[in-house]
């Protein structure tokens, strides 16, 4: 099998890198080893298709210990929540022998429990590249559903499917509700969304948050509403 390297064991790693494991020869590190995540970054670097599953804050500084490493021809992949940030710190950072290629698994650890066929994932190579191969194994080998796309319309949407629903849903778990002897089907959907981002990290929610330059404004325009909502009340 093809060997694929890999870095980042976060959550989202062990879940990929379980799924993965069928298809490549997983060359996988970390920054903290373990008996999953035991390769050197040299080790990975020998690999002609390498994904970075690191923060999206430190996309950047794992793409400069790379660098020196990789050979020619070389795919690299990210698998961050934002795009622009991580994929212009990856082209700063990396030779231009290698090719890059940004993709966004829109599910996780908690949304990938009854498995991957059907969750959508976003691809969004740089200058034009063919990603034919790519969209083949994840459609016909992971049962994903992929959308093809130009990192800036990735961040447009994102900062609405992401930046305002993490958030209200970030909200509505904090408020820490009691457990309700009859609900409504709306209640019910509120609280799944909730469920669904209560594990997310600090990391990945301050990336959708924060490193999306479109969802300060989407942000600002939800705080507005909120508070004229509260005025009505108060009428």
Same mark, same amino acid.
Request: hydrophobic share 45%; with cysteine.
């Given at each position: ?44 670097a020998a690999c002609k ?136 089907? *709306?209640? =019910? !959907? ?6 669904? $981002?209560?594990?997310? %990290? +600090?990391? /990945? ?9 479109? *969802?300060? =404004? !989407? ?6 509403? $909120?508070?004229?909502? %509260? +005025?009505? /009340?108060?009428?």
């Amino acid at each position: 099998m093809e060997r694929l390297g890999w870095i980042g064991y976060g959550a989202f790693g062990r879940l990929a890198c379980g799924h993965l494991g069928a298809h490549f020869d997983l060359v996988v590190h970390d920054a903290e080893p373990s008996r999953h995540a035991s390769a050197s970054l040299e080790e990975v670097a020998a690999c002609k298709r390498i994904v970075i599953a690191a923060p999206v804050q430190a996309i950047g500084d794992v793409a400069h210990a790379l660098a020196p490493l990789i050979q020619p021809g070389t795919r690299i992949y990210d698998v961050g929540s934002v795009k622009l940030l991580p994929l212009e710190a990856m082209r700063e950072a990396l030779p231009a022998h290698c090719e890059i290629i940004g993709t966004h698994p829109l599910f996780g650890p908690q949304s990938a429990v009854k498995g991957l066929k059907g969750l959508p994932i976003v691809l969004c190579p740089l200058n034009g590249l063919d990603v034919s191969c790519e969209t083949d194994f994840l459609s016909n080998r992971l049962g994903l559903e992929v959308h093809l796309s130009d990192a800036e319309t990735h961040d447009k949407t994102m900062a609405l499917v992401q930046g305002l629903t993490h958030m209200v849903s970030k909200v509505i778990a904090d408020i820490e509700a009691a457990p309700a002897p009859y609900t409504t089907r *709306s209640f =019910d !959907l509120l609280m799944e969304a909730a469920g669904l $981002v209560a594990q997310d %990290s +600090d990391a /990945l929610f301050k990336a959708i948050e924060k490193l999306n330059p479109y *969802s300060e =404004d !989407l942000r600002n325009r939800f705080f507005d509403s $909120v508070k004229a909502l %509260s +005025d009505r /009340l108060e009428t």
